[in-house]
C-alpha cells in the first residue's frame, strides 16, 4: 500500500513511508521500523541509478543522438555516478549524515526540544542503516538481490510490451528504454502522480528508438494500469488487516470482561482498593 501511495510524487512518497511505518505498529521499534523503511528505499535508489546510468550508457551507443544531447547525457551519468561512489564511501566510513544535520538543525531555538527528543530514534535508526551490510550480511545481499530482480523484470515488461505492439525492439534496447524511464520519473517526481511528464516522456523516448509515438503512449498506460492494479491489491490488503485488526482486538476485550466477570475480586487488593 506504501508503494502505491508513493505514485503520487515526493510527497506521496513521503506519505507512502510513513505510513508503511506506522502499519508495523507496536510489535516493531520505531528506530527499527524508520531504519528498515529506510534500508529498503535506499538499496532501491542504488539499484534504480545503477541501472539509469547503465541505460544512459546503451542509449549513447545504439542511438543517433545529436551533439547536444550526448553531452547532456554524459554529465548525467558522470553526476550519477559519483552519486553511487559517494554513497558507497558514506556507508563504508559510517558518516552519520541524518545524526549531524538534525545536530545542526537542533541549535536552532525553535526547534532544539523537538529534535532533542528524536536524536535518540534518529542515531538508532542511522546505526542500523549504515552497520546492515556488515551485521548481517545475507539479508544485505538477499534485499540487494532482489531489487535487481525488480528492475530486471521492469525491462522484462517493457520489451514483452513493445513487442507485443509489433515495435522490433530487442531486450538492450528495452534496457535503455528502462534506464530512460527511471530519469522520467526523477523529473516527474514534484509533478502528483507523475501525470502528462510521464506520458509525454515515454513518448519521446520511443520516438528516440524509431518506434511511433502511439506506441510510446500505450506503453505509459500499460505500465499506469499495472500500477493502479496493484494499488488496489494494497488497499484491498489494508482493508482486510484493519478488519482482521479490529476483530482480534473486539475479541480480546470480550476476553477479559469474562475473565472479570467470572473471578470479580482478582482485580482488588487484599484491602480492597483496586491494584
Not at 42 to 66: K, Q, W
Not at 179 to 193: Q, Y
Not at 221 to 240: D, E, K, P, T, Y
Request: glycine share 10%; aromatic share 8%; charged share 15%.
Amino acid at each position: 500500500m506504501s508503494d502505491a501511495v508513493g505514485q503520487l510524487g515526493f510527497a506521496g512518497k513521503l506519505f507512502g513511508e510513513s505510513l508503511r511505518i506506522s502499519m508495523l505498529g507496536p510489535s516493531v521499534p520505531l528506530a527499527n521500523g524508520i531504519s528498515s523503511s529506510a534500508i529498503d528505499g535506499a538499496l532501491h535508489a542504488f539499484t534504480a541509478v545503477v541501472v539509469t546510468v547503465l541505460g544512459v550508457t546503451a542509449t549513447l551507443l545504439i542511438t543517433p543522438l545529436d551533439g547536444r544531447w550526448r553531452i547532456n547525457a554524459l554529465l548525467l551519468a558522470v553526476f550519477l555516478i559519483a552519486l553511487v561512489v559517494t554513497s558507497v564511501v558514506a556507508v563504508a566510513k559510517g558518516w552519520r549524515l541524518m545524526g549531524n544535520t538534525a545536530r545542526v538543525m537542533g541549535r536552532l531555538p525553535r526547534l532544539h526540544k523537538w529534535v532533542d527528543t528524536k536524536l535518540c530514534v534518529i542515531d538508532s535508526a542511522e546505526h542500523n542503516l549504515l552497520t546492515f551490510y556488515r551485521e548481517a550480511p545475507a539479508a544485505f545481499r538477499a534485499s540487494l538481490l532482489l531489487n535487481f530482480l525488480w528492475h530486471a523484470m521492469a525491462i522484462l515488461e517493457v520489451y514483452f510490451i513493445m513487442r507485443f505492439m509489433g515495435a522490433r525492439v530487442g531486450i538492450v534496447s528495452a534496457f535503455a528504454m528502462e534506464g530512460l524511464t527511471k530519469m522520467i520519473n526523477l523529473v516527474g517526481a514534484l509533478s502528483p502522480g507523475n501525470v502528462g511528464t510521464y506520458e509525454g516522456g515515454n513518448m519521446l523516448m520511443a520516438h528516440m528508438f524509431g518506434v511511433t509515438a502511439t506506441a510510446g503512449l500505450t506503453l505509459a498506460l500499460c505500465r499506469r494500469a499495472r500500477a493502479i492494479f496493484w494499488a488496489g491489491v494494497g488497499a484491498a490488503s489494508m482493508i482486510v488487516l484493519k478488519k482482521g485488526k479490529s476483530t482480534n482486538e473486539m475479541e480480546v476485550k470480550d476476553n477479559n470482561e469474562e475473565k472479570f466477570l467470572a473471578n470479580p475480586r482478582s482485580h482488588l487488593a487484599s484491602d480492597g482498593s483496586c491494584c
